[in-house]
Antibody, heavy 115, light 111 residues
Framework: EEQLVESGGGLVQPGGSLRLSCVAY????????MHWVRQPPGKGLEWVSA???????YYGDSVKGRFTISRENARNSLYLQMNSLRAGDTALYYC?????????WGQGTLVTVSS | QSVLTQPPSASGAPGQRVTVSCSGS????????VYWYQQLPGTAPKLLMY???QRPSGVPDRFSGSKSGTSASLAISGLRSEDEADYYC????????????FGGGTKVTVL
């Protein structure tokens, strides 16, 4: 079964850092672009970042310069390093495989930025 | 404020047809494929439609997608109680350095 499992979320103070991880199962990870999408509590979806199979990276305007996406194909893993966190970054962060649409989605990992 | 505009809500009785619109611009819907996602309460979103009107395996043919110019629509025919969910459109936007954008989401209620 194709599956994505995120981890690394938690409570962090404003200005702090956090590193999210995502492990892929059931498909050839290195062959796919990968994405992070977030959803603040009770709100809609926001695309955060992407990394393609060649390692090129893309970021949404709200996180550019603060977040860094990376991948480690040998470990079937995707990462999101988040620095200078703000209250507005509070959200459920989903790891997603790219391709013909975002599919599948992980279950999400919750990041809460609060003092 | 989202780059893609969706109505916040839509509703219909069981068996009826409901449509959800998604309005964009020439830098996104006007030149790229539209995707639709269904988010049931308390769950992660799921791909519902890709490349404007293609259904992934397992998605009932009650769901259909279309695109015209800078707008797209998702139609649900034969509405069922299990269709009650949030629906989001998404598309690649070529403006600036490029980015994926989502609509604000439409809550579909089965009356």
């Amino acid at each position: 079964e194709e599956q994505l499992v995120e981890s690394g979320g938690g409570l962090v103070q404003p200005g702090g850092s956090l590193r999210l991880s995502c492990v892929a199962y059931g498909f050839t990870f290195r062959n796919y672009d990968m994405h992070w999408v977030r959803q603040p509590p009770g709100k809609g979806l926001e695309w955060v970042s992407a990394i393609d199979t060649g390692g090129a990276t893309y970021y949404g305007d709200s996180v550019k310069g603060r977040f860094t996406i990376s991948r480690e194909n040998a470990r079937n893993s995707l990462y999101l390093q988040m620095n200078s966190l703000r209250a507005g970054d509070t959200a459920l962060y989903y790891c997603i495989r790219g391709g013909d649409g975002f599919d599948p989605w992980g279950q999400g990992t919750l990041v809460t930025v609060s003092s | 404020q989202s780059v893609l505009t969706q109505p916040p809500s839509a509703s219909g009785a069981p068996g009826q047809r409901v449509t959800v619109s998604c309005s964009g611009s020439t830098s996104n819907i006007g030149k790229n494929y539209v995707y639709w996602y269904q988010q049931l309460p308390g769950t992660a979103p799921k791909l519902l439609m890709y490349k404007n009107n293609q259904r992934p395996s397992g998605v009932p043919d009650r769901f259909s997608g279309s695109k015209s110019g800078t707008s797209a629509s998702l139609a649900i025919s034969g509405l069922r109680s299990e269709d009650e969910a949030d629906y989001y459109c998404a598309v690649w936007d070529d403006s600036l350095s490029g980015r994926w954008v989502f609509g604000g989401g439409t809550k579909v209620t089965v009356l």
